[in-house]
């Protein structure tokens, strides 16, 4: 192995996402293996992930329960379509999901990943109103910084330029509020004092410019992970609900970061109490050992959508491997784990520790801000002269020398741990990070 990562020819065929391919080929960072909180490097050093994969693995790796499921099921049945035929498992892990999210969320849509999840939330937005009588609701309305996949409607409806650049003009009409994060924010603990409702109210400023009439819905991250952890500040997430109620328009939860535990919760709905009308999931569904994601819709949507057709088909849009049987297998067992080891009980109890640790970074080289809420935290640097996201980088390059995975976007670094991790390793973690941020100029 350790041979292999040496080998730079032997990585130029593999085009690898969101990386500076030249860069990586010519310093790989390989994983080999992995158990509970650590990665095995190509040269054998043990890797601690400080960011659950891409906060994704949150019962940690390799959990004997969820392996054994995948291989149980890759047995006794590989494949089985989920149009016009079916399989049990598919079923079953509807019921549990709505037996585990708000009540009013009543039934789950499968997709492969985090982006078809939101394509196909944004769809159903659509197809609601259609059969709703209101084809005009077309508008969709994003955020600035909302990080919301990679497929054509995720990236027009999310707000990072650098993704769009490159692909010529969005498919289609969107509109967005702006992002959350404050300067007079900085450095709060947990959710932010100011200026909340007035963010929200960007959304009446949009009804008054393109009509309510038109807008089908608001797609928002409750917490934005991608683009550096913003967490809204009190009240927002509130007052969007409320405007949406009060015009007819779709509010979506884009929780394929914030469900399953990551504060300490089954979803950051539940955490805020507030029901969006639909909800996407990926990632911690699964733990992220088969891929997987889902729309959570209400009852009202579904309805709507199913009662308009008189017969046949009712929504065109599916995958092949919408509710592939080794997903659902991996994704039932690992609601399993996460019930029977308290994994998101775990989240909640550690997220004073993990804050209080986290904010002692406060006046360490470079730092200006720091971001948290349940198991995430962000510690955002100053940019270089002349180089933005140079010493981000220079931080993860170094981190992952000294032992450590975190996760950079731009300077700003971001932390999301398995949520099996031990008040050790979060100490462990953090002196890690202030070595690295002590050895970065
Ligand atoms: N939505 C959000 C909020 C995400 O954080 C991500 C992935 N980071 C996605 C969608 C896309 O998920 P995937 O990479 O599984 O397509």
Redesign the pocket.
Known sequence: MDAFANRPNDLASFWMPYTANRSFKAHPRLCVSAKGMYYTAGDGRLILDGTAG??CVNAGHGDPRIVGAIQKQAAALDYAPNFQFGHPLAFSLANRLTELFPSALKHAFFTN????A?DSALKIALAYHVANGEEERTLLVGRQRG????GFG?TAVGGIERNKAQFGAAVHPVDHLRHTHLPENAFSKGAPDHGGPELADDLERLVELHGASSIAAVIV?PIA??TGVLVPPKGYLHRLRTICDKHGILLIF?E??TAFGRLGASSAADYYGIIPDIM?L??GMTNAAVPM?AVMTSGRIYDTVVESSPAGIELFHGYTYSGHPLACAAALATLDVYREDELFENAGMLAPIWEERLHKLADRPHVVDIRNLGLIGAVELAPREGAPGARGIEAMERAFEAGLMIRVTGDTIALSPPLIISEAEIETLFSTLETVLRTID
Do not use: F, M, N, Q
């Open positions: 891409l906060w990943s985090g982006s078809e939101v990080y919301h996949g990679s995720g991250e992970g991608s884009d394929v970061i996407t990926a990632k994601g």
